[in-house]
C-alpha cells in the first residue's frame, strides 16, 4: 500500500498514469474501494483512456450492472470494434434476464465473429443461456435446462471475477426451471444463489434490491396461483418473511 501511494507522488508521470498504476496496485492488494476511485480518477482526466475504463468497467460488473454497462458502452462510442468490451458487455447482459438485453447480448456476440478470442467462461455462460431457451417439448426444454444448470455450476465453483454473474445466470436457469417443471424447488435453489451474492464482502444495493424483487415477486405469484398447495404456502411465507428481515 505504501509503494502504491509513493507511484501517486511521481512527478515524471502525468496524472492520468499515477492514477491509473495506483488503481491497478490497489486492484492487486484487494481494495476495490480504492481502486474505482482512481480508475474514477484517471478517467477525469483522460475519458479517452480506454484499457482504465475496461477495468474499471470490470470492477463495477460485480456490484452495479448499470453503471458498469455505462461505461462499456462509452468505450463502444469511441471504439465501436473493441473485442473486449463487446464480450464483457454481451456477458454483463446475459444476466440481468431482460429479454430485451438478451437479443442485444446475441448482436454483440455475432459481432465479435467466429474467429474471436472471447473468454471462456462468458462463452460457457452465454451457452448455458441460451442452451435453457431451446427445446420444441416441455421435455426438451427441461432436459436443455438441466444441462445449462451443470455447466453454471462449475462456472460457480471455479469463482473468479465473474462469479456474480454466473450466479446470476444460475438465478435464471433455476426460475425457467420452475415455471416449466411447476416443481417450486428450483426456487430455494435461487435463492441460496442471492444469500451466497449478499453473503459476499461488500454486496451491493443492487444485488439485495433484485433478492427482494424476487422474494415478493415470487410470493405475490403464490398468492394468486388457484392451484397452490401447502409447500407452496410454506415458500410464500418464507419469502415474505425473509423480503421483511432484508428491509
Same mark, same amino acid.
Given at each position: 500500500?505504501?509503494a502504491?501511494?509513493?507511484i501517486l507522488?511521481?512527478?515524471?508521470l502525468d496524472s492520468?498514469?499515477?492514477y ?8 492487486i492488494l484487494g481494495?476495490q474501494?480504492e481502486?474505482?476511485?482512481d480508475?474514477?480518477?484517471a478517467?477525469?482526466?483522460a475519458p ?5 475504463r475496461?477495468r474499471?468497467?470490470?470492477l463495477?460488473?460485480?456490484?452495479? &450492472?448499470? /453503471? $458498469?454497462?455505462? =461505461?462499456y458502452?462509452a468505450? @463502444?462510442? %469511441? ?8 464480450? *464483457? ?11 430485451d438485453d ?9 459481432q465479435?465473429g467466429?474467429s474471436?478470442?472471447t473468454?471462456a ?6 451457452r ?13 426444454r427441461?432436459e436443455n435446462?438441466?444441462t445449462a444448470?451443470a455447466?453454471?455450476?462449475?462456472l ?8 456474480g454473474?454466473?450466479?446470476r445466470?444460475l438465478v ?5 426451471k420452475?415455471?416449466l ?5 428450483? &426456487?430455494? /435453489? $435461487?435463492?441460496? =444463489?442471492y444469500q451466497?451474492? @449478499?453473503? %459476499?464482502?461488500n ?6 434490491? *433484485?433478492?427482494?424483487d424476487?422474494?415478493l415477486?415470487h410470493a405475490v405469484?403464490?398468492a ?14 418464507d419469502?415474505l418473511a425473509?423480503a421483511?428481515?432484508?428491509?
Amino acid at each position: 500500500r505504501a509503494a502504491v501511494a509513493e507511484i501517486l507522488d511521481l512527478e515524471n508521470l502525468d496524472s492520468e498514469s499515477r492514477y491509473f498504476i495506483a488503481a491497478q496496485g490497489y486492484e492487486i492488494l484487494g481494495d476495490q474501494q480504492e481502486a474505482m476511485r482512481d480508475y474514477q480518477l484517471a478517467l477525469t482526466e483522460a475519458p479517452q483512456l480506454t484499457a482504465a475504463r475496461l477495468r474499471y468497467a470490470k470492477l463495477l460488473s460485480a456490484r452495479n &450492472l448499470t /453503471a $458498469a454497462r455505462a =461505461q462499456y458502452q462509452a468505450i @463502444l462510442q %469511441q471504439e465501436p470494434d473493441n473485442q473486449v468490451a463487446i464480450r *464483457d458487455l454481451a456477458a454483463l447482459l446475459t444476466a440481468t434476464g431482460n429479454n430485451d438485453d438478451w437479443q442485444r447480448a446475441q448482436q454483440l456476440l455475432e459481432q465479435l465473429g467466429e474467429s474471436s478470442a472471447t473468454d471462456a467462461a462468458a462463452t460457457d455462460r452465454f451457452r448455458a443461456l441460451l442452451m435453457a431457451r431451446r427445446g420444441r417439448t416441455r421435455t426438451q426444454r427441461l432436459e436443455n435446462i438441466d444441462t445449462a444448470e451443470a455447466t453454471l455450476q462449475k462456472l460457480v465453483e471455479a469463482a473468479g471475477a465473474d462469479e456474480g454473474l454466473n450466479r446470476r445466470a444460475l438465478v435464471q436457469i433455476y426460475e425457467a426451471k420452475a415455471e416449466l417443471s411447476g416443481d417450486k424447488t428450483p &426456487l430455494r /435453489a $435461487a435463492q441460496q =444463489q442471492y444469500q451466497q451474492l @449478499l453473503d %459476499q464482502p461488500n454486496p451491493t444495493p443492487q444485488d439485495l434490491a *433484485d433478492y427482494v424483487d424476487f422474494l415478493l415477486r415470487h410470493a405475490v405469484a403464490e398468492a394468486d396461483s388457484p392451484e397452490s398447495s401447502s409447500d407452496d404456502a410454506g415458500l410464500r411465507q418464507d419469502f415474505l418473511a425473509e423480503a421483511e428481515e432484508r428491509l
